[in-house]
């Protein structure tokens, strides 16, 4: 099925003369002709997709996931341009929607109803070898190749192996497949509730104020890819002998929040496997043991991330999205996924004695004081200053007040426009769930009558969800 947004994308494409720029910043290049426009749009027609004359940048009014009414969406102006298109990739995806669309064998690519039902009987999707070996060729998506390093860390004599995917390439894997050509974005966009635009609505990555002002930062035509890190220090995973790691993951904010949150979709890519250290009889006190843990997560994260420092603040990089339009993405890290165990140790902040995002100390924790906000400029002048002194207890003397922790060479430094205490998000699960649903959970029903609770609360789930529900009340959440 063809991208109605794309359509708009493509629509613009064509109607250009040559060199002019259009109002979404894309130019002509002259790679698209005429009849596979035609093509597209007799597909995307077909499909329920809204045509070049019809198509524009003001949508009908359309619900987001959460129910929300858009009746208005601005775009970028100076974002998401077309560069050009790839040929082959093009070719692949016309092939594809035409092969979906057909209306001379409604079994194609099968030869027949019996071929088809022997092939689904088989659960097979290819009719012999040559044709599996084709479709793995010319129709699946490129699959990022792993790679082992060895690295080592001063104040100890070990080495680790760190396995990683590159993040460039695994951004490029994801932009690439057909799968998520629907649910791109490919510019910033401000989203309203009213014709009035008095009424905003921030429901994705991209509909929100960060994207739009670090697009500013980026050369005209660019677009934003929103880079989204996350990783389990829980989710230990047992190597070769005593060896342990543990996994890092990476997706982009251009896709639907809708697509990136389902697992079946694998919109969230495995990029590493961050080594971890024992340092069980080791004569080593609580502060080196901590900077030791510390030094190997910033090295292999450091590793890791290595390619998207090399990523040009002019020249981004090129991204073929699946029906082989061309543009110039520039990653940027938006987020980072984690819990505040893992929060500190990424914002290289004191754990349990500030917050990795603002300035508040221990003692304001947990009051609703807003704190200043932290800037990775500045934190990394601290540490730098701080690693001079002319002795380690001087060192992390000057770190105290600034709640941070002393991490020489923290990964973070050199991200294109990155800012790590702004990338840190919520723990949902154990700063609202566990600390905040559970408590509820198990308060309300010493406080309210449980019969009249577990009706109110019954009734309420089954309003929100109207699939089905088992009614157990409200003591059943707090299983």
Known sequence: MCNPQNDVEMRDYRELGDQD?????????GDVDEAELDEIEVLQHKAGSPSRASAGLSHQAKRNDCGDPILVVERHPEAGRVLRC???THATYMRTCHDLQSEVNQYHPFLDEGDYEVTNKLGLSYKNARALHQKIDHELPGVTPWRRSV????GINEEFELFMQDPVESIKELWANPAYLEHLTYA???RFADEEKSERIYDELMSG??????QTLLPDGATLVPVILSSDKTQLCQFRGDKTAYPVYLTIG????SIRRKPSFRAQKLIGYLPTVSLDGKDLSTDNARLIRAQLFHYAMGVVTSSLRAVSPTDGIELTSGDGVVRLGFPVVAAYVADYLEQALVTCTRYSQTCPKCSVSKDELGEHVIGDPRHQEQSIRTIHRASRQSTRARAYAA??????NLFPGPFFIGLLHCNIHDAITPDILHQIYQSLVKHLCGWLPRRSCIGELDAWFDHTVLVIDESEHEETGIEGMSS
């Not at 770190?399 to 941070?404: A, E, P, Q, R």
């Open 21 to 29: 720029d259009d109002h979404l910043g894309n130019q002509d290049g």
């Open 254 to 257: 251009n896709i639907s929040k």
């Open 399 to 404: 770190l105290k007040d600034h709640g941070l």
């Open 86 to 88: 790839d040929v082959a």
């Open 188 to 190: 910033p966009e401000r």
């Open 151 to 154: 690295i080592q860390i001063s």
């Open 209 to 214: 104020d960060w994207a739009w002002e670090t």
